[in-house]
């Protein structure tokens, strides 16, 4: 009998697995060292290399490396070479075949499918079957492989406590990348896009500036208050409190990038108006209600569910204008500053998502339903209002439907990242070419936490006037 075994720090892969209905065994952090006894298959997420000792020394324990009969990958497709990335440095490594890909937890169809593969998998273990299916994996962006087979091919009889190293994994990859995103608004030179902005039709230079004080506007009550309430819930780790001290000075600097941006393309009398416009806007209004009332109820996880909608979906309303200019070869400094933000809420988003799943995998299958219908409820209310406040944001500029199409599409990965099903059919391919040349073509995927841009104009240092 073909036998699985699993490894997973977010909760994802246990998700995906839980659906199979198949026994695995969990490769666990304190006690990796575990002998497969037969053929098994090895089902992994997307991690950074420091993060995945705990796997060396599962598969470098006794018979492990020559009982492994093949690897299912999985990731975020979104990360381009970097999908599946540790499934394919091992399948490299140890000359073991990949028999299938699959992003985050799966759905149905890759449920069905791995089944069928361990399935298959035992029909060849009883000479019944020949072949198994097998993807070659794309090794354009793998760089450490020389590194990880020195780790495979080293044998330890017993290891000291190091406790050092003794901390969550999800709380150091974080940390080891907040100073990495730090940014100063003011060196992104974004008064020289300044002609090209007062060329722009009168409409889209207001929806310009009206996305920058809504961002300025749910920026503030993420400063001020969520991360504030959601630190109080860091479970009994430092490293968790010093993360999130970290990103509410990340979220302070994008706050005052969105001020900086409004004092740049604004005089003082459309910068009042833009200010009047968003305290007076109903919709956004009613945003910073629904959010700010969930972070004051003190309910750990629906607190961070709360923060990855706004991180991961609704800002994307604001975030679009600038980018769709961008793709149409726009305003590149602008879009420039905004892709800074955008690696600060990138990492705001991924980070509590994963919190947020810890959580709701410790709950009961009846908690579980309880907080799946909460957080449905809560995108469906978000959802309903964000809509509202894109046709004043967008209104006369024939840019609405697409908005509410990108709208639809974040808030599905905002749900996936709370390790739900999404809601809404948008994906990657039905979005608006020109969106996605402003976002994609721009921009390279780094790792599981955020991109940085390919041209970064942060190189270049502030020009006076």
Sequence with gaps: MVKIAFYTITGQ??????????????????????????????????????????????????????????????????????????????????????????????????????RQIVKEACKEEHGTQKDLPIQNPSLSNI???????????????????????????????????????????????????????????????TMLLHSFVSLTLSSTLQMKVALSKIKEDAENSDEEAAVYNALQYLESINNKAYGHALNVFASKEEQNESYEWVHNNPYLQKKMKLLNTVYQAENSIHKK???????????????????????????????????????????????????????????????????????????????????????????????????????????????MNLGQEPKYPENIEILDPILITGIMDSAMIEDFFFYTNAHPILKMREIKK
Aim: net charge neutral; aromatic share 14%; glycine share 4%.
């Design 143 to 205: 760089n450490f492989l020389r590194d990880f087979r020195q780790k495979m091919n080293k044998k330890t009889y017993y290891k000291a406590s190091n406790w050092n190293a003794v901390e969550d994994q999800v709380d150091r990859a974080a940390w080891a990348r907040l100073n990495d995103i730090v940014y100063e608004p003011r060196r992104v030179p974004i008064y020289k896009d300044q002609d090209e902005f007062f060329h722009l039709p009168k409409n889209e230079q």
């Design 305 to 415: 569910a709360a923060h990855v909608f706004i991180s991961t979906g609704l800002y994307h309303s604001s975030f679009f204008g600038p980018l769709y200019l961008f793709g149409q070869h726009k305003l590149p400094r602008t879009a420039e500053l905004i892709k800074y933000a955008l690696r600060i809420t990138a990492l705001n988003g991924i980070y509590t998502g994963i919190k947020f799943r810890r959580d709701f995998f410790k709950l009961s299958k009846e908690e579980q339903d309880t907080v799946h219908n909460w957080v449905s409820d809560l995108c469906d209310k978000l959802y309903d209002n964000e809509l509202n406040h894109i046709k004043l944001l967008y209104h006369h500029t024939g840019l609405e439907d697409k908005v509410e199409h990108y709208i639809r599409y974040t808030l599905n990965k905002a749900l």
């Design 13 to 114: 892969t246990q998700r995906f697995i839980n659906k199979t209905g198949l026994d695995a065994h969990r490769i666990e952090d304190a006690h990796p060292q575990y002998q497969m006894n037969d053929k098994y298959i090895l089902i992994l997420p997307s991690y950074q290399d420091f993060m995945m000792d705990s796997v060396v020394d599962f598969l470098t324990y006794k018979d492990n490396k020559e009982n492994l009969l093949g690897l299912i990958g999985c990731g975020n497709r979104n990360f381009n070479d970097l999908f599946a990335q540790t499934a394919k440095k091992i399948s490299v490594t140890l000359h073991v075949p990949i028999l299938y890909l699959l992003e985050l937890s799966g759905n149905s169809a890759d449920v069905k499918n791995v």
